[in-house]
């Protein structure tokens, strides 16, 4: 685990078509190799937004903890993405022919039939297999179209928590300010805690407050005016 290159295949069976498995070395032994899959994985983690820094120097190591705490986060951020749900119709070994190991194979007569199949040149006595496969991309670009939905739809999620979290710290300064000693009994900050604490969601509380306002403010008004008459 520690090369990344299975970290690219996690992502790539969960977001199809965003990883280039064609430049994951699943050979890579040495640390410079390991490093060119981290940087494949970083570009993914960028287009995808996702902020989880990447402790390269640790997990080209291979210390089991630093790895494990590493693929733990990703199968649980994997989960998060696709429901737990895996994609029947992808094929690892398919897909990793496309990345470092295709060079290690080539020309071997041990071959995967996968890989022969995947290497076999279009000619007229392959069309059954053309015709056999097609369903199999039509569901593959299913896929693809449902995790790029699925893309857009966690970007616009992750946009609306940040504009939420945004007004909800305004919201709480606010309140701070309202429950300040010298200012809590004051007509006006009662009026917006009104607001502020109102329970009926299908109600504004904008009107109650306004009420409450004018009718403390004419009643001050008026104690004002009296006490103004008794002076005189």
Known sequence: AASG???CQMLDMTFPGVVPMH???????????????????????????????????RLVKGRPLDNLEFLQWLKRFC?????GIMNENYNPVE???KGGRERSVKGSNKMPKSLQTNNTPPISSSVGLT????????????????SKELTDLKLSYDHLGK???????????????????ELEDLPIVVA????LYATDA???????????????????????????????
């Open 5 to 7: 290159a299975v970290q």
């Open 23 to 57: 430049k994951v070395n699943f050979d890579a032994k040495n640390e410079y190799d390991m490093i060119q899959n981290y940087k494949v994985l970083q570009d993914v983690f960028n287009k995808l937004q996702i902020t989880k820094p990447l402790e390269i120097n």
């Open 79 to 83: 989960d998060s993405t696709n429901g």
């Open 95 to 97: 897909r990793r022919s």
């Open 131 to 146: 015709k056999a496969s097609g369903p199999k991309s039509a569901n593959t670009a299913q896929v693809q179209a449902l």
């Open 163 to 181: 504009e939420r979290d945004f007004y909800f710290s305004k919201l709480r300064d606010v309140e701070l300010l309202c429950q300040t000693p």
């Open 192 to 195: 917006v805690k009104k607001i």
């Open 202 to 232: 299908n109600e504004s509380a904008l009107e109650d407050a306004q009420e409450y306002l004018n009718q403390s403010l004419g009643v001050k008004a008026e104690d004002e005016e009296n006490g103004e008459q008794e002076d005189y």
